[in-house]
């Protein structure tokens, strides 16, 4: 069985706290809609489809406890503004209207349930694109621990590694957060999966080396024309991967898809803490008054993207007319 990030215990949520892996695996209980935000804020949980999944639990922790459920949106909604599965979650709790909160529970669950799936068919896809041995270049973590299960980038490398094809992982380290070095290259050595950590600043010398057959990232946000929000560092890579003329591709599901952003200037950038960029591990790695900027995300433009894998099947540019032809029910 794949890594989980949270799981529902019938009366609270529980997260695995992702800031203390790869060193601990421990769990986090919420039982109620705030501290679900708190946790999606403070990055116990983290990943679009992940942080959505457990708002929506979150609005059915808050439905058990008879809180204001207005209230309890608003607050998950602005725990984190990039990933736009947040608000997609909330608002299909929000529409289910006056329900009993185990309607609500199950409404959570379905929803969790159809992310793994997601996450299947996307790997399915995904795969398919893929030759029978190759060396894929990932940034960030998009895998089980970013999602309900399974992953969407490391969905693409499971599905190939399971369909038989030979796979090698370089995962960049992701600064200043480090989600692949602490959570890719963990979870893809749990499941056995070769995986190489390599410092964000090393990935132009191995496209040099002509290391890689393809990138394979996430995302938390789509615009309608195929612009794509993802962690700080994605845009680099796409750059790197366009001039080597390497097949930069994007996994995620149709939830991360927002048809009211018309492209990438839209996409809100949460910016966080300069403390997670001068600071590693509680220790100060820069000078105190040192100037600081930590955008946490930032825009491939979709002319770099060679194609969004989505459960629904290989989207190609041009992206305005296969992302609204796809997000059609
Ligand atoms: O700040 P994080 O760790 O939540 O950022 C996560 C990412 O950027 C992922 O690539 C994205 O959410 C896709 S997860 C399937």
């Known amino acids: 069985m794949h890594v989980t990030p949270l799981r529902w215990t019938g009366t609270a949520l529980e997260l695995l706290d992702q800031r203390r892996l790869p060193d601990e695996e421990t769990w986090v209980e919420c039982r109620d809609a705030g501290s679900v935000a708190t946790a999606i804020r403070d990055m116990i949980v983290r990943g679009a489809p992940a942080i959505g999944i457990a708002a929506a639990f979150g609005m059915a922790l808050g439905a058990l406890r008879g809180e204001n459920l207005d209230r309890a949106a608003a607050t998950l909604k602005a725990a984190r503004p990039t990933a736009v599965n947040l608000a997609w979650a909330v608002d299909r709790m929000t529409a289910l209207g006056q329900v009993s909160p185990r309607v609500m529970v199950a409404e959570a669950e379905g929803i969790l349930a159809a992310d793994i799936e997601a996450n299947m068919r996307i790997g399915q896809h995904g795969a398919e694109l893929l030759g029978p041995s190759i060396t894929l270049l990932t940034h960030c973590n998009a895998g089980a621990l970013a999602t309900g299960g399974y992953g969407t980038a490391l969905g693409v490398v499971r599905a ?170």
């Open 160 to 329: 190939a590694v399971e369909s038989g094809r030979k796979v090698a992982v370089f995962a960049g380290e992701t600064r200043p957060y480090l989600q692949g070095a602490r959570l890719t290259a963990w979870e893809l050595q749990k499941d056995g999966i070769d995986v190489t950590l390599i410092t964000d600043n090393m990935a132009g010398h191995f496209f040099q080396q002509q290391r890689f057959d393809a990138v394979v990232v996430g995302a938390d946000r789509i615009a309608a024309n195929g612009d794509t929000a993802n962690k700080i560092g994605t845009y680099t890579v796409a750059v790197l991967a366009n001039a080597h003329n390497v097949p930069f591709y994007v996994a995620a599901p149709i939830s991360t898809i927002d048809i009211a952003c018309p492209s990438g200037a839209s996409i809100p950038i949460e910016e966080r803490s300069g403390d997670e960029v001068v600071e590693t591990f509680g220790r100060r790695i820069a000078p105190l008054g040192v100037a600081v900027r930590h955008p946490a995300f930032d825009v491939t433009p979709a002319r770099l993207i060679t194609a969004i894998i989505t459960e629904r099947g290989v989207l190609r540019p041009p992206f305005t007319s296969s992302i609204d032809k796809a997000v059609r029910p």
